[in-house]
């Protein structure tokens, strides 16, 4: 059993006598013992390490440099975790979801040192968020609107939206705030992306029991939408409102134009369905976090960042983490949108000019 005393992060005591833990524990003399860990990028194929944990070496080589920085530590003292093998442990978590306990075991640390890591990690690459998303700016409108063209046979469209929903355990604080519709505890998080499932835009702070609606109203990317309208449309389904920039299909097609609309409309947004299934395959933490709600935050975004770097350097994902995920709650009532005259007006010229 290792000793609830341990010095630096991998360092455990054995009933060796030693008397440093004889200074600690007041009882024999025990020798402390650096317990050996695995190297992952000596041990696996990069086949392997895709597996267990969802990076090649070279990628692992990449988040390394990029993330050096920020999680360098200053010393070796007490034979400290270095960069390379913080990374993989968070890697490791972020893959499985698992217990703290089970991925230390597997990485050769204590618990209370997964803990912290995954911790550090998070925070790191959550700060990196404005530079791996970003919403599609000039020259990048045109590719958006080809790839959804190409995709569903919709025009001028630069993105499709929904809210997803990161299960949690029950907050110590606040906890009904909270419940989804579906009675669980979770954080609902808003995500805008591309035909490529390149995430553009994500909100990642509200509580479950928050409508997709009023994520969107909350959020700066509405705020801009609404002053500076964009080049294009965003398409989201019957929980959003139907503005000018973000179309919605039609309840009921009444005609056969519109009934084609619909048709495009549901291929194109189909991106969106994908990526929310892709990015909880990908990272299986992502189906249930024990955290608190900051931390699930915290970790939700790092996976965020985590995927888009994983799809522009083309990772690639196993054949059944490409399926899409089943459709959101079917019983979430619509938006209510106290204006959608200007909004009916433009998905009418689109039926007009295009179906």
Partial sequence: MPCSHY?????????????ACD????????????VERTKPLEQYTTEELYVRFRFGKADIEYL???????????????????????????????????????????????K?????????VSI????????????????????????????????NTIGAIDCTHVH?????????????????????????CDADLIITNCVVKWPGSEHD??????????????????DGIILGDSAYPLLPWLMTSFLTANTLAQARFNTAHCRARCAIERLNGVLKRRFACLNYLRAEPQKACNITLACIVLHNI?????????????????????????????NEQTGRATRDAIVRHYF
């Fill in 7 to 19: 010095c630096g992060i991998q360092l455990l005591c054995v009933p060796q006598n030693c008397c």
């Fill in 23 to 34: 200074m600690l524990h007041g009882r024999g003399y025990r020798q402390r013992v650096y």
């Fill in 64 to 110: 390394v440099n990029l993330l050096r920085p920020k999680l360098q530590h200053r010393t070796q003292r007490s034979h400290g975790l270095s960069v390379e093998e913080q990374i993989l442990i968070a890697l490791r978590f972020y893959a499985c979801g698992t217990f703290y306990q089970v991925v230390g075991d597997y990485m050769g640390v204590v």
């Fill in 112 to 120: 209370s040192a997964v803990c912290d890591v995954v911790r550090d």
């Fill in 124 to 155: 790191a690459l959550a700060s990196l968020a404005n530079e791996f998303v970003s919403f599609p700016k000039d020259n990048q409108i045109a590719q958006a609107k080809r790839s959804f063209f190409l995709l569903g046979n919709m025009p």
């Fill in 168 to 192: 949690i355990q029950a907050p110590r604080e606040n906890e009904w705030e909270f419940i989804n519709r579906k009675g669980r505890h979770s954080i609902n998080v808003q995500l805008v």
């Fill in 213 to 230: 609606a009023r994520i969107l109203r909350g959020n700066a990317l509405y705020r801009d939408l609404q002053t500076n309208r964009p």
């Fill in 310 to 338: 994983a799809t522009k350097r083309n990772v690639p994902l196993c054949a059944d983490n490409d399926a899409p995920e089943p459709l959101g709650d079917p019983n979430q009532p619509p938006a209510f949108c106290q």
